[in-house]
Nanobody, 119 residues
Framework: VQLQASGGGLVQVGGSLTLSCAAS????????WGWYRQTPGKEREFVGV???????NYADSVKDRFTVFVDNGRAAVYLRMTNLKPEDSAVYFC??????????????WGQGTQVTVSS
């Protein structure tokens, strides 16, 4: 599976942004779609995930502000981000997995897209 993330950029505090991640290859085998983010010097952290098993989870820091949604017809996952805060600034990575329990160590990853929230 190959993933291509896009949609990052510079946005003001309180603004909104939607990230996109298009999958190609063995997309019919994908059962979990998720987003993670990373800032310099820190480990990649979980943002949100949806699975075909019906699991929907978000990090507490983004709950009620971010939404992960999947377009199966387009084999793409999106991250809708609202009410953005400076601490949301990071490189965002999309990940997909054939497991239906979430993103595991066997996940496929996109290249990352930078989001910068200015105050």
């Amino acid at each position: 599976v190959q993933l291509q993330a896009s949609g990052g950029g510079l946005v003001q505090v309180g603004g909104s942004l939607t990230l996109s991640c298009a999958a190609s290859g063995a997309t019919l085998n994908i059962n979990s779609w998720g987003w993670y983010r990373q800032t310099p010097g820190k480990e990649r952290e979980f943002v949100g995930v949806v699975t075909t098993r019906g699991i929907v989870n978000y990090a507490d820091s983004v709950k009620d502000r971010f939404t992960v949604f999947v377009d199966n017809g387009r084999a793409a996952v999106y991250l809708r981000m609202t009410n953005l805060k400076p601490e949301d600034s990071a490189v965002y990575f999309c990940g997909v997995d054939f497991e239906n329990t979430g993103i595991t160590q066997h996940a496929y990853w996109g290249q990352g897209t930078q989001v910068t929230v200015s105050s």
